[in-house]
């Protein structure tokens, strides 16, 4: 079975400035896919980056990135420039490829990190 | 259109009552799927439509019972519910059943409460 761990329970920032949550994973899988959604007060789930596995380039989404280290089984989101919006918890989640290819949505998420962005 | 519409946002129910929660994408999307997320914990999968059709059920008690009766809308009726199933209840959507290449959009959530 798949466990996704985030050992920051709660973290603070002030506004503009840069903030990493941290995100580990075990399983026995090569192939598999990392998310982080944010989920704001209003309940909302939003996707906010996805990585492939099998890509060693980390991926970016604007003022968000991710370092992938594969070996460690480690997932960090980087938020760069922090807004009082981004103001959330923050999942990191884990998904991966049922025989024939899908995964019908199955995600494993971590329990979370509140970030909360000060001005 | 990229909303998942959930109705009602809030309801609060007796044990005894029969109730449904509503889902509805008008984005073409052939996938569904209701999660339910217990306060300050993650959201766990309870039930997957493909193509309208059942295709996963997560070990869900038959007090829960999912009804897709036609590719937009997605139904979750409730009976004799338990104290316990106070929750928020999340529906999504992707475009086809979801390869991890498929974005899921979530709704706001029904958040229960059994009284």
């Known amino acids: 079975a798949q466990t996704v761990t985030q050992s920051q329970p709660e973290m603070s920032v002030q506004e503009a400035e840069t903030v990493t949550l941290s995100c580990t994973y075990d399983t026995s899988e090569s192939n598999y896919y990392l998310f982080w959604y944010k989920q704001p007060p209003s309940r909302q789930m939003i996707l906010v980056i996805r990585q492939e596995a099998y890509k060693q380039q980390n991926a970016t989404e604007n003022r968000f990135s991710v370092n992938f280290q594969k070996a460690a089984k480690s997932f960090s989101l980087k938020i760069s420039d922090s807004q009082l919006g981004d103001t959330a918890m923050y999942f990191c989640a884990f998904m991966k490829p049922l025989a024939g290819g899908t995964s019908y949505g199955k995600l494993t998420f971590g329990q979370g990190t509140i970030l909360t962005v000060h001005p | 259109d990229t909303e998942v519409t959930q109705t009602p946002k809030h309801l609060v129910m007796g044990m005894t009552n029969k109730k449904s929660l509503k889902c509805e994408q008008h984005m073409g999307h052939r996938a569904m799927y209701w999660y339910k997320q217990k306060a300050k914990k993650p959201p766990e999968l309870m039930f997957v439509y493909s193509y309208e059709k059942l295709s996963i059920n997560e070990s869900v008690p038959s007090r829960f019972s999912p009804e897709c009766p036609n590719s937009s809308l997605l139904n979750l009726h409730l009976h004799a519910l338990q104290p316990e199933d106070s929750a928020l209840y999340l529906c999504?959507?992707?475009?086809?059943?979801?390869?991890?290449?498929?974005?899921?959009?979530f709704g706001s959530g029904t958040q229960l409460s059994v009284l």
């Open positions: 999504a959507s992707s475009l086809r059943p979801a390869g991890p290449q498929e974005k899921l959009f």
